[in-house]
């Protein structure tokens, strides 16, 4: 190895979240899995976590609550955003943090689908979002994005680091433009101030390849979001390959996971594609998968300040290698073998390559020549028998002339490094696999809630908040909410309606009882549903059986979210700003409803889906509010 490179790459790590379900599961089991993310020299021991600022709009898993629905209104306690900076800064607090909008709320387009109608509101909505941080959670923001993998507008780049720099913000660096390479590249060369105001170009699935325009700007290249693949050996195969050749190819100093966690309902869109699985808070099972193992590989032996060095390429018969240093004496080398077929991440196209067994001898030069060992860290991947993840193996005595050789098989990685400080954390297995209760009850009377949502509501379009109504003093006091009354600037294709799912994808036969109120006259309309089969950026398509009451003082029952398939309507006594009781019984190929416990229709035949989510939402983006929601599920 000989010594570093001349100008100087810095090595980060980071990952972003989607962990709906994470913030419900009991202690001891979710202090584990965020020690398994976070904790310095315990598992992947992530260096940077990048999360969404909430907008109120489907961001592919869900929808996550924005710190303004509305012009005059701030809140920065909703989501669970806030709580995992928080607790990934409790475990390391050198952990840096990122903010990208996916959606934003609907106000700020003033009626067009678009965030840079006025530019200077935007960015005024992005910086409240950092100070917020900073006032309310003591969190310092460094890096902020744009718009996630949509139209950038060179104009409000601008204006946001003007807008920061105003606040005193000046340390937060801009990140441009989490889609492709281009046209942001060529768009920085062509202009100065666009130039100097940009600080990371970010590039989403690039294959680890840059292009040249890119590397005309000499700014920080990232992969800022890669990986989306399941966690089971094929992506730890494809995320131990890319973090190794997206700086070896692409020059490409940090490489983000989406996502951080899988932590979401397993049959939304790109099911357990996180770093590691916590989809069950009600049973407090989770899954420590390969991903956290491969992760650590670099992470426990590198931190953000230490440099590649150029020495670092590809291995005779596949593969590859990079070396970094602290600069201080340290010295860390990571070698990874996958082969084509076992590390094929979710996109792009991976052209085919051959990876064979083989001898590689490294040979360390100028100051580390004098290294005397080395710890080695092993994980093969592929035939169980032969399986090992994270493995300590016997230190590695070096040469006299500062050589050693390395046996090498295919699907294997090694971290060889001067640091001792590496560990391969553990916990006692936690509880075993559980579905959801088929019983499930929730009265949403929580007096000073810690998060703004219920648990296991996956809110799909719309935004479901407790509520507390003052002037109720009765059985509605305390109520869940939708609180958007209009459509956000969306990011992916929202339902018209507003619906949030809860409970096992694998219900078939089920009865779902729950007290509505619907806020808007005349207009207004909520429903009660079940077998939802669908959810995420696939929501307005989604099938099932679907009750609703509307203001109008009529009821209807459909087979699909957007209302086409019309199974029975009715009339009822039904108007707003009054509670109803809706029962939804679907058992076999029937179904039947009931209004204040009376039949309102029955036998109804519904063919399909045979199974999916229960689910509650509106007629359209309206204020209306749910309580004592019940669903029983037969086996």
């Not at 937060?172 to 666009?194: F, G, Q, R, T």
Request: proline fraction near 5%; include cysteine.
């Amino acid at each position: 190895m000989t010594k570093r490179l001349k100008n100087h790459h810095v090595k980060d790590w980071k990952f972003m979240a989607t962990s709906r379900l994470l913030v419900n599961y009991p202690e001891p089991y979710r202090s584990q899995i965020l020690d398994y993310l976070f904790k310095p020299n315990f598992g992947a021991s992530l260096h940077i976590l990048k999360v969404e600022i909430g907008g109120d709009g489907q961001t592919t898993d869900g929808t996550e609550p924005s710190h303004m629905h509305y012009a005059l209104d701030e809140d920065y306690f909703r989501g669970y955003e806030w709580w995992l900076m928080k607790e990934a800064k409790k475990r390391n607090s050198n952990i840096t943090l990122m903010g990208l909008p996916w959606s934003f709320p609907g106000w700020l387009g003033k009626g067009f689908n678009w965030p840079y109608v006025n530019c200077q509101l935007t960015a005024y909505y992005v910086m409240t979002w950092i100070v917020g941080a900073k006032h309310y959670h003591d969190l310092d923001i460094d890096y902020i994005g744009i718009w996630n993998e949509r139209s950038f507008d060179v104009n409000y780049i601008k204006v946001l680091r003007r807008m920061l720099n105003y606040q005193g913000l000046q340390q937060v660096k801009i990140i441009a433009s989490d889609n492709l390479w281009e046209p942001i590249s060529a768009s920085m060369l062509h202009d100065p101030e666009l130039l100097e105001v940009i600080d990371v170009i970010g590039a989403h699935y690039p294959g680890t390849h840059t292009v040249k325009d890119a590397r005309l700007t000499k700014k920080k290249l990232w992969s800022s979001e890669d990986f989306s693949t399941s966690n089971n050996d094929v992506g730890a195969g494809c995320w131990g390959r890319i973090l190794n050749q997206n700086y070896i190819n692409g020059y490409m100093t940090a490489t983000i996971a989406w996502n951080l966690v899988a932590s979401y309902y397993e049959q939304l869109p790109y099911g357990r594609c996180g770093l590691m699985t916590a989809q069950e808070p009600w049973s407090g099972h989770y899954a420590v998968e390969a991903p956290i193992w491969i992760s650590a590989h670099t992470t426990q032996f590198t931190q953000p300040g230490w440099y590649y060095l150029k020495t670092v390429g590809h291995l005779e018969k596949g593969g590859s290698y990079v070396a970094l240093t602290d600069g201080l004496g340290n010295l860390t080398i990571i070698i990874e073998t996958m082969s084509h077929k076992h590390s094929m991440c979710i996109r792009p196209f991976l052209p085919y390559f051959n990876v064979s067994q083989q001898f590689a001898t490294f040979v360390l030069k100028g100051s580390f020549s004098e290294i005397p060992e080395l710890q080695v860290w092993y994980t093969k991947l592929g035939k169980p028998s032969e399986r090992f993840l994270f493995k300590q193996l016997d230190s590695l005595w070096i040469n006299s002339g500062g050589s050693f050789t390395l046996e090498l098989q295919e699907d294997e990685l090694f971290t060889l490094t001067t640091l001792t400080t590496g560990r391969k954390g553990s916990y006692p297995l936690p509880p075993k696999s559980q579905p959801f209760p088929c019983v499930y009850n929730d009265d949403f009377n929580v007096d000073y809630p810690f998060f703004s949502e219920a648990p296991n509501f996956a809110d799909q379009t719309g935004v479901f908040e407790y509520f507390m109504n003052i002037e109720d003093p009765g059985e509605h006091r305390f109520t869940l909410r939708q609180v958007l009354n209009q459509r956000p600037i969306t990011w992916a294709a929202d339902a018209f309606n507003t619906i949030s799912v809860i409970g096992d994808y694998q219900w078939s036969n089920l009865t779902i009882k729950c007290d509505v109120y619907i806020e808007t006259p005349e207009k207004g309309g909520v429903f009660i549903a079940g077998r939802v089969n669908k959810g995420g950026i696939l929501i307005r398509s989604a099938r099932g059986v679907f009750f609703w009451i509307f203001a109008d003082g009529t009821y209807r029952v459909t087979g699909d979210l957007a209302g086409w398939t019309i199974y029975t309507v009715g009339h009822a006594d039904i108007t707003a700003k009054k509670w109803y009781t809706l029962t939804l019984t679907i058992k076999g190929g029937f179904s039947s409803g009931l209004l204040n416990g009376r039949p309102l229709w029955k036998n109804v035949s519904v063919t399909f889906p045979k199974h999916g989510w229960a689910a509650i939402g509106t007629h359209s983006f309206e204020f209306a509010q749910f309580d004592n929601f019940h669903v029983e599920a037969a086996h």
